[in-house]
């Protein structure tokens, strides 16, 4: 599993006067927030979309992976995977033929996506990765060509990550009389 790990309170000493100022609920949107930004970044920046007949055929790119089934990339948005064999069959059948309406939200899926967040004594800590087995090999190159996704995304968002939370608990601040 491809696993990003970071505790507020070592990102910036600024941050810890926003950190005594919010509540626990808001502090947990916004790591998770934070969460899904850095998956957005890793798919839309590390990862080539392809597209079409023969779209799992291109050559593979030397740095940056290539979406063939999309599961990865699904993954690490936070999407559901759906399979025909895991939909039961009366679930089949109002689809195909229109019998009642079905919503793909109603029907569940596999969450292979991994965000988590634990607020701690000393700050939090927020995990985003995959449990799409092939994800850590690929991250980190065993065995296969190292074409990082979610540590370069992390990396590329840590400033923007800061000022929204920044940006939350300013306004927090004011809302509440801080």
Sequence with gaps: MSELKTNLNEVSKQMDKYLKMSTTETLKQVLYL???????????DYMIQT??????LEKSHPTKLTIRTGR????????????QSELPSNTLTSIAFK???VTIQSLGGIQEGITSVVLTPN????????????AEKHEMGFGVTQRPFLN???????GSILEV??????HQGRVHGF
């Excluded at 597209?51 to 799992?56: K, N, S």
């Excluded at 700050?123 to 092939?134: E, F, L, S």
């Design 34 to 44: 934070a969460c899904e930004m850095i998956g957005f970044k890793a798919v839309s």
């Design 165 to 170: 939370m920044e940006k939350t608990f300013i």
């Design 99 to 101: 019998s009642k309406p």
């Design 123 to 134: 700050g939090a800590d927020a995990i985003k990765g995959t449990k799409v087995p092939y």
């Design 72 to 83: 990865l990339a699904g993954s690490i948005v936070s999407a559901p995977r759906f399979s």
């Design 152 to 158: 370069p995304a992390l990396r590329d968002t840590k």
């Design 51 to 56: 597209a079409g007949i023969g779209a799992g």
